[in-house]
């Protein structure tokens, strides 16, 4: 979350020729409700099978761009499915900047508190904390990881364009 792939996934489709796809608004437009509302009125785990199903449609596409949720790849099966398909790609950035991007979101359900409120930003900045460092080790896994913080949007599509090429994608 915040680490800028739904501002880089259509710029990056776009300077290679692909289609683009996130699988969060996919998700969305299948059940007609915000992935917020799918979390409070449905529940995670079944959200993470509407991923998954979702994931299973992506996989068969070719030349696109994909934009996951940040909780997507943290499931072994998914991991290894999109890898096997595909380059994956892990933006990172730091908890602070995270924050920063995402201090105004109120439609992130795993960024409230128990009863659903919205968190002070210093609620927020260990939440945002805490969820990174126990994806960290699964982030760590992708074939090509780019720092996307105090970088123009542009530099890092090139930069991005540059790393996919070194991977042997064309």
Known sequence: MGSGKSTLGPILANTLGYGFVDVDRMIEE???KSIGEVFQELGEKEFRQMERDALLKVIGMEEMVVS???????????????????????LRVSPEEATRRMRHKANR??????????LDENALREKITD??????????????????EHQRIGSTVDDLVRRLR???FS
């Open 30 to 32: 299948r059940v007609g």
């Open 68 to 90: 996951l949720g940040g909780g997507a790849i943290t499931n072994e099966e998914n991991f290894q499915l999109l890898h096997a398909r595909g380059i994956i790609v892990y």
């Open 109 to 118: 359900p795993l960024l409230k508190g128990a009863d659903g409120e919205i």
């Open 131 to 148: 969820l990174m460092r126990r994806r960290e080790e699964f982030y760590a896994r992708a074939d090509v990881i780019i720092q996307t």
């Open 166 to 168: 070194a991977q042997g």
